[in-house]
């Protein structure tokens, strides 16, 4: 079983309960890295829907590493950080142009009417709801059908009721239930907390957020957007929803033994200069420094920064190898070849993680879904999809593994020494 690098108390309590196995499936197919929610870029292959997932009375609770015992980040302690949430607010140029109040149609593949409506039975669990969505199932001649409800039976969804619907929904990835899906931990509040919204939107929020893995989710874009009054208020909507948070993270190298723990957790390689760095800080009089001081160049000229158009391509695989690299790669082409790249010039490591190792986060299937940069005391660079709306920036593990509900698996990879 993966190791789960050890957490500072310091840091918001977990969300995820049980924990996932170590990954068994290195062959198996890639999945394409999600894409940031209403970006417009498109979806890949149509998944078919599992007749499991409608029996399933309860969200799936989204699995957290297993602890470990062994020492973790040289030790590094929860009373050594200090912790502050910044927002990065989404340029106003990279605002999608699309009017976001135009219906998106639920499609349910390979299927003909009277097995969609088993679908919603199933589901929603009441006759009468079922009834009333009943008349917005359009069916081709071919397999696979469309649901078109109206803006006032979607918001009528009873919080259970639209968890398990989306649920089996958002497996289809052009489905809004998977192209537009936010997710927010628990710890941050509800999505009606969301800095920026207009006062129309929180009660609405609220009232159309569901359940995925356990996380708190929505994707309910286009309801919202029809009850906003205003294009201004519809953009301000849009503006809070895409605006993304990271966490700087500075560590106190005062007390005793607080650089020997800091350098542990670098390395070997790289301890001396990291030492040196953190000896000169501390004889200037510092108490603390910057984690993002510790960073390569490229990684720290970055965190907090949207990619510029000509960047737009950067995805978390790439950005992986580019925080170690002193040069930059070329682009991933997708995650199967990135892992075989992984599995050929890495090593699997199973504790002891070091700073500028990286964690590869697998679905059920075995299947590569992320892949961010060990930091220390349980912090991550990552950037979590592809395009200019997805900044680079620091996560906590919990705040990471809450944005991929799907994880099953994780793992860590270290660069082979050379030889």
């Not at 040069?327 to 050929?344: H, I, K, L, Q």
């Not at 395009?387 to 994780?410: E, I, K, Q």
Request: glycine share 6%; net charge positive.
């Amino acid at each position: 079983m993966t190791r789960r690098p050890r957490r500072s108390k310091a840091r918001q309590p977990t969300t995820h309960p049980s924990a996932p196995v170590e990954a068994r499936s290195p062959d198996a197919s890639p999945r394409r890295e999600p894409r940031f929610p209403w970006t417009l870029l498109g979806a890949a292959a149509v998944v078919a829907i599992g007749w499991i997932a409608y029996h399933n009375d309860r969200p799936r609770e989204l699995p957290a590493p297993a602890a470990s015992a062994n020492r973790v980040d040289g030790g590094v302690r929860s009373e050594e950080l200090i912790t502050r949430v910044r927002l990065l607010p989404t340029p106003e140029e990279l605002i999608p142009p699309r009017d976001c109040a135009a219906p998106r149609p639920w499609v349910v593949p390979d299927r003909d009417r009277a097995s969609t409506i088993s679908l919603l039975t199933l589901t929603l669990r009441d006759p009468a709801v079922v009834a009333s969505m009943a008349p917005y199932v359009s069916c081709g001649s071919g397999p696979g059908c469309t649901i078109r409800p109206p803006v006032e039976l979607i918001e009528s969804l009873s919080a259970p009721a639209r968890s398990r619907l989306y649920g089996v929904l958002n497996r289809v990835d052009t489905n809004p239930q998977a192209e537009d899906a936010f997710r927010r931990p628990v710890a941050a509040g509800p999505f009606s907390s969301i800095v920026g919204l207009p006062p129309e939107a929180r009660p609405l929020m609220d009232r159309l957020t569901w359940q995925q893995g356990g996380v708190p989710t929505f994707s309910d874009v286009s309801v919202v957007c029809a009850r906003l009054p205003t294009e201004a208020s519809r953009r301000a909507f849009v503006r809070a929803m895409l605006t993304r948070r990271t966490t700087e993270v500075s560590l106190r190298i005062d007390s005793p033994g607080a650089i020997d723990r800091i350098v542990a957790g670098f390395p070997d390689g790289a301890q001396s200069a990291i030492r040196a760095q953190l000896v000169a800080a501390r004889a200037e009089g510092n108490s603390t420094i910057a984690l993002a001081a510790l960073m390569p160049e490229w990684a720290r000229m970055h965190v907090g920064t949207f990619p510029a158009a000509s960047e737009a391509w950067t995805n978390c695989f790439w950005t992986a190898l580019r925080f170690i690299d002193p040069t930059p790669s070329p682009p991933v082409p997708d995650a199967e070849a990135w892992g075989a790249m992984v599995e050929r010039e890495f090593v699997r490591v199973r504790e002891d993680y070091r700073f500028g190792d990286i964690l590869v986060l697998r679905d059920a299937s075995g299947r590569r879904t992320h892949a961010a940069t060990w930091l220390l005391a349980g912090y991550l660079y990552t950037k979590d999809g592809m395009g200019s709306l997805m900044p680079w920036r620091v996560a906590s593990l919990d705040d990471l593994l809450n944005g991929f509900p799907t994880t099953a698996t994780m793992e860590f990879w270290r660069r082979r020494p050379a030889s």
